[in-house]
Nanobody, 121 residues
Framework: QVQLVNSGGGLVQPGGSLPLSCTASGSIFTILTMGWYRQPPGKQRELVATITSGGTTNYAASVKGRFTISGDTAENTVYLQMNSLRPEDTAVYYC???????????????WGEGTLVTVSS
């Protein structure tokens, strides 16, 4: 019903920057929230940042001040600009969207395929 396709990721040195983007498509009536989660090696998936359709943002404490989430509602796209990257930011990053589709009466959560971000010298 809804597909999330992300781009970005890869290998970056500590202190470097990396952008991620994710675009939603499909039977979308409206997107309530989009965001990013990550799963470090051997750990559980955790929140990175979210943004509502109204532009309200929420960040994990560990990334606040270093990462910036933004969205383009017309394009159903969310961006994550990651600066001052640290080795502990190494993880698989997943795009997430809370979407009311044209097919179901209640909004549902959708996930994109993960993209690996490796911070290493």
């Amino acid at each position: 019903q809804v597909q999330l396709v992300n781009s970005g990721g890869g290998l970056v040195q500590p202190g470097g920057s990396l952008p991620l983007s994710c675009t939603a498509s499909g039977s979308i009536f409206t997107i309530l929230t989009m965001g990013w989660y990550r799963q470090p090696p051997g750990k559980q998936r955790e929140l990175v940042a979210t943004i509502t359709s109204g532009g309200t943002t929420n960040y994990a404490a560990s990334v606040k001040g270093r990462f910036t989430i933004s969205g383009d509602t017309a394009e159903n796209t969310v961006y994550l600009q990651m600066n001052s990257l640290r080795p502990e930011d190494t993880a698989v990053y997943y795009c997430n969207a809370h979407v009311l589709t044209t097919l179901t009466p209640k909004p549902e959560y959708y996930w994109g395929e993960g993209t690996l971000v490796t911070v290493s010298s």
